[in-house]
């Protein structure tokens, strides 16, 4: 059965500094992922996602995210972050035609001024 | 403007008792789903429907029921049988056809007391 695993519960990074969460999948074949933001008590927003192709794919608000094969791997990332990026991010995985949509358990950015 | 909407924003439930969250949608969407969220857990999926009169279940149905009777409304009835309704929940909805975004509704907070 398809999973998505993000390690990371909380980070915490300072404004201005890089930043880089984790994405892995388990899935046969090559699935279709997914990054999602949502700000407290609120619906979630798509930041970028992945089909095919080009395995670094750029998304709104400066983010993007790489598509590794080999290590089951999406991560997303940013140069600097801002204080307005702190949200919970959230990866996710769409079983190709048969539109489950299965969500990791999110990681709380949180960003020191 | 185009858009999902769930209501009610917030309800209260005594054990015991069913109730009935809201979803509808006007976006001309063939999908629409499901998800529960709880802290640390991130998103849940409960049901979801491709197309009008079918859905399928998710990985946490037990004690929830859904119908799919038109094209714009995908209802979702916590039961007496969910041992542990309290949580958030999202409606979701996706064009049909190739993998793309999932647009959400605000959510609605469910507290049993």
Known sequence: ?113 | DGGITQSPKYLFRKEGQNVTLSCEQNLNHDAMYWYRQDPGQGLRLIYYSQIVNDFQKGDIAEGYSVSREKKESFPLTVTSAQKNPTAFYLCASKARGRSGELFFGEGSRLTVL
Not at chain 1, 12 to 36: D, I, K
């Open chain 1, 1 to 113: 059965a398809q999973s998505v695993t993000q390690p990371d519960i909380h980070i915490t990074v300072s404004e201005g500094a890089s930043l880089e969460l984790r994405c892995n999948y388990s899935y046969g074949a090559t699935p279709y992922l997914f990054w999602y933001v949502q700000s407290p008590g609120q619906g979630l927003q798509l930041l970028l996602k992945y089909f095919s192709g080009d395995t670094l794919v750029q998304g709104i608000k400066g983010f993007e995210a790489e598509f590794k094969r080999s290590q089951s791997s999406f991560n997303l990332r940013k140069p600097s972050v801002h204080w307005s990026d702190a949200a919970e991010y959230f990866c996710a995985v769409e079983t190709s035609g048969t539109y489950k949509y299965i969500f990791g358990t999110g990681t709380r950015l949180k960003v020191l001024a």
